[in-house]
């Protein structure tokens, strides 16, 4: 039988070693919390990537829906927006088309002859308007459009060219009675149509656009009117013809100042625009100087044989 007494004396001695388990149970809990505040502390830099750097919105220069030209360039005109084809039918800055130029096509002149020119040479070298015209015998819109072109070019005169630009083959003989007057009528084998190919390349027209397509390019031959599809409003494309017209009588159509003998250079192309067609050595001709060795009217500039270009009546 357990002493009351001892008993007592157990449980108040037992008191001591409880309390110094549980004070160094405490103390290994804080060496352990202390040491891990400690090494988060120390590879805080390492662990945890600060949030990035919220972007900055890029900033565009709008592109103004005008554009005042300068005195010498003509009037006002639209601004072409790359891909925008809202701006079809309107009056447009003037846009550079050497590409389009450069390119050759087949011709076929008013008294029968084929032969193959630049589009620069079929343009001739005066300082005039020029209608572009994609069509193709097949194309039912293209038919409908050409009697309002033609009734038109009286009241156009001399100042404007049209030149029709066939695509593929195809006999456009009955046509004759309804299509505008040209001096000549291109054909064009590129497969999609080198006047599409290079207007795409320009982003002023898509890959899947429909023919007609109608350009006017002005006295400098520089792109300044494009139109997709049948042209319906015929009283509005004679304003723009006659707006540009207009600009013959401005220094932005003056033809430029012939350099004079004392400033002529020994090389080939600074020759060129001198205003004598200089055949030295061959490097002359009236493709690769069109300034000088220009054709008369009525004539076309064509590839011979050699690659040599004569304009076509001077062809034996």
Request: net charge negative; charged share 25%; glycine share 10%.
């Amino acid at each position: 039988m357990i002493d009351h007494h001892e008993s007592g004396h157990l449980e108040r001695g037992a008191l001591p070693i409880d309390s110094s388990r549980i004070a160094l149970g405490v103390g290994a809990l804080a060496a352990l919390f202390t040491g891990i505040t400690l090494w988060a502390l120390w590879g805080w830099e390492d662990e945890v990537s600060l949030p990035p750097e919220e972007p900055r919105l890029a900033v565009s220069q709008s592109v103004p829906d005008t554009v005042t030209a300068p005195e010498s360039a003509g009037p006002a005109a639209q601004a072409p927006v790359p891909g925008d084809r809202a701006l079809q039918g309107r009056l447009m800055k003037p846009r550079e088309v050497g590409p389009l130029l450069a390119e050759e096509f087949q011709f076929r002149s008013s008294d029968g002859k084929l032969g193959f020119a630049r589009l620069r040479s079929a343009l001739g070298g005066e300082r005039m308007v020029s209608i572009l015209n994609v069509w193709a015998p097949w194309c039912e819109p293209c038919k409908r459009e050409f009697p309002g072109f033609r009734a038109l070019q009286d009241a156009w005169g001399p100042r404007v060219r049209f030149l029709p630009i066939q695509l593929g083959e195809g006999d456009s003989s009955e046509l004759r009675a309804i299509m505008p007057s040209a001096p000549y009528h291109l054909i064009d084998y590129v497969l999609g149509g080198a006047v599409q190919r290079n207007l795409v390349a320009l982003d002023l027209l898509s890959k899947d656009a429909q023919i007609p397509i109608t350009l006017v390019l002005d006295c400098k031959d520089k792109l300044r009117w494009l139109h997709v599809g049948e042209v319906h409003d015929m009283e509005g494309f004679d304003r723009v013809i006659k707006s540009l017209t207009e600009e013959s009588s401005t220094p932005y159509c003056a033809a430029p100042r012939p350099v004079e003998p004392a400033e002529k250079s020994q090389s080939s192309q600074e020759r060129c625009g001198n205003g004598r067609c200089e055949t030295i050595e061959g490097t002359e001709d009236c493709d690769t100087c069109p300034k000088d060795c220009g054709c008369r009217p009525g004539r076309l500039c064509s590839r011979q044989a050699g690659g040599r270009h004569l304009c076509i009546d001077e062809v034996e």
